[in-house]
């Protein structure tokens, strides 16, 4: 079982950085693959960002390739995603997900069994 706690988010203006970050609860963090995922109003979940157990494999959805950067720390059993240039397109509750180490790696939603509650990330004009 695996607790999974987002901070970080907030109100940013465009061309502005955040930086999230996934902190999971017990040792079993670096069994899993994890992922960043976001949902703005109205619209489905999608994968931002995940990340292998070891961190050595990363893949981006095309709409954030460039400017985000996921990244673990497994002796900290802490997940991150830094967000660079952001836009008011990338407004959405940011998730942290966790799931089965697998290869190739998934991007579907459904693929993941452990979520945190969401970050809000709010980019404004």
């Known amino acids: 079982q695996v607790q999974l706690v987002e901070s970080g988010g907030g109100v940013v203006q465009a061309g502005g950085s955040l930086r999230l970050s996934c902190t999971a609860s017990g040792h079993t963090f670096s069994s899993y693959n994890m992922g960043w995922f976001r949902q703005a109003p109205g619209k489905e979940r999608e994968v931002a960002a995940v990340?292998?157990?070891?961190?050595?494999?990363?893949y981006y959805a095309g709409s954030v390739k460039g400017r985000f950067t996921i990244s673990r720390d497994n002796a900290k059993n802490t997940m991150y995603l830094q967000m660079n240039s952001l836009k008011p397109e990338d407004t959405a509750v940011y998730y942290c997900a966790a799931g089965p180490s697998t290869w190739p790696l998934r991007v579907g939603a459904a693929s993941y069994d452990y979520w945190g509650r969401g970050t809000q990330v709010t980019v404004s004009s």
């Open positions: 990340i292998s157990r070891s961190g050595a494999n990363t």
